[in-house]
């Protein structure tokens, strides 16, 4: 069956197609739902596969005969390291493990930067006139709301299927030496689920900065969140920088959150030995230690790398149905009209969707208002500014997948309301 683009059609066939979706519209409010995609969390049914921590840990001792009650070991248990540095490719003693979220890592990162500048800074970055950072986007809400809080001017450019814009990047960072970092989230990343190749990873660790203490937060939230048995490797980062000549540039970031309790996993970070006793020295001032029996606890629960990589394969069991759901959706209602695209993620745990210009704040106030909460219009742009009013994120993991299918066929039914209202104009 052919399916005719809205825009082709005759004035006459698209008032009267806006007629029909404007009575099923009608219809979908009528029906009272209560439904929400707005953000990324783990379904309970994601966390009960976590339940036998509960139980844990079943001594206070770890593998190295450390008492986990007491304080200390401000590193983090050297066996719970390892499977983090298995996990994202690295060396165990450039592993630090801590508290529950990488975001207060990356936080704590960032205003250590601003505070006292990096071990390769000429001086803190509080010093600087003005301080810049590179946002790709589509990209991860709290990323540039954590640089706004810290007074950071974000500098976007475009994310593609293998990573950020390389040229693009390279001349921001080329000749202005407050271009002092950029985020990326390398695999699946949030919301496009784009995987960052080993040619552009290798590209932005050697290409020349004016900065000469410029950060790459590499933060690989979804390195093992796959969904087909085809699990995705992240680029090779901290290898990388250390062959190009810049072995600080790039931090890495990782956590349990959406693998065990979101709130009560083991966050990670991964550098340069130089940047990880920057690290722990600026952290020496504020802890004398981490959680180490949350940690042994995951100690426990895991065994090793494969461990956790078991344990994902039944979360992609339980949400990889969800996203086949949103593609159902999304492929019954607006294949072939020219009014949508949208990613087809392996991995990860959103849906990018891009609507007609000028018509996804239109299409999430339709859905908002027919009971189907949806993340705002541009959220995945910095200060919330998406200049072409066309992308929209979708999570659909924390539903269940009957309401995931209803959210989506309601959100379908809006993107195609909105496009034909612009076109009927």
């Known amino acids: ?20 979706l404007r009575e099923e519209y009608d219809a979908l409010r009528a029906k009272g739902l209560d439904l929400n995609l707005t953000r990324g969390k783990p379904a309970p049914e994601q966390l009960d596969l976590s339940n036998g921590l509960l139980d844990l840990p079943s001594t206070h001792v770890d593998p190295d005969g450390t008492d986990v009650r007491n304080y200390g070991g401000l590193q983090g248990l050297p066996a719970l ?17 801590g508290g529950n979220s990488s975001l207060t890592m990356m936080y704590q990162t960032l205003t250590w930067l601003i505070l006292k500048g990096g071990p390769d800074s000429p001086r ?33 450019v475009p994310m593609h299927e293998d990573g950020p814009d390389v040229a693009a990047v390279r001349e921001l960072v080329a000749d202005d030496p407050a271009v002092k970092g950029m985020w990326l989230v390398p695999t699946y990343a949030n919301p496009t689920g784009s995987v960052c190749s080993t040619e552009v990873a290798a590209e932005l660790m050697a290409m020349p900065t004016a900065a000469p203490d410029f950060r790459i937060l590499w933060d690989n939230a979804y ?41 009560a996993g083991v966050a990670a970070l991964a550098a340069s030995p130089e940047n990880v006793a920057w690290w722990l020295e600026r952290l020496s001032f504020a802890a004398i230690g981490p959680d180490k029996v949350n ?14 990589r078991a ?15 949103v593609e159902d959706a999304l492929t019954a209602r607006l294949a072939g009209r020219g009014v949508a695209t949208w990613s087809r993620p392996t991995g990860g745990y959103f ?47 924390f539903p269940s997948l ?24």
């Open 223 to 263: 390195a093992v969140h796959h969904l087909t048995a085809e699990e995705t490797k992240s680029a090779d980062a901290l290898g990388l920088a250390a062959a190009s000549g810049h072995p600080h540039r790039p931090v890495m970031f990782a956590s349990t959150s959406k693998i065990t309790f979101a709130g």
């Open 124 to 156: 803190p970055w509080s010093a600087e006139p003005t301080v810049k950072f590179i946002t790709p986007v589509p990209g991860y809400d709290r990323h540039y709301t954590m640089l706004e809080e810290l007074g950071i001017e974000m500098l976007p």
């Open 351 to 397: 849906v990018n969707l891009d609507v007609v210009d000028g018509t996804a704040s239109r299409v999430v106030a339709f859905a908002g208002d027919a009971g189907i909460a949806l993340t705002p219009a541009g959220s995945a742009f910095p200060h919330g500014d998406d200049p072409h009013d066309r992308n929209i994120r979708l999570a659909p993991t």
């Open 81 to 97: 390291r390892e499977i983090f540095a298995d996990l994202l490719g690295v060396d165990a003693d450039r592993v630090v493990c």
């Open 311 to 325: 344990h994902m394969r039944q979360h992609r069991d339980l949400i990889a149905p969800k996203f086949a759901a």
């Open 295 to 308: 940690q042994l606890r995951h100690l426990e629960f895991f065994g090793d790398a494969e461990g956790v």
């Open 1 to 20: 069956m052919t399916t005719t683009p809205y825009a082709d059609l005759s004035a006459d066939d698209l008032a009267s197609e806006l007629t029909r």
């Open 402 to 425: 009957a309401d995931v299918e209803t959210a989506m066929a309601g959100v379908a039914l809006c993107v195609a309301l909105a496009a034909v209202e612009q076109l009927t104009k």
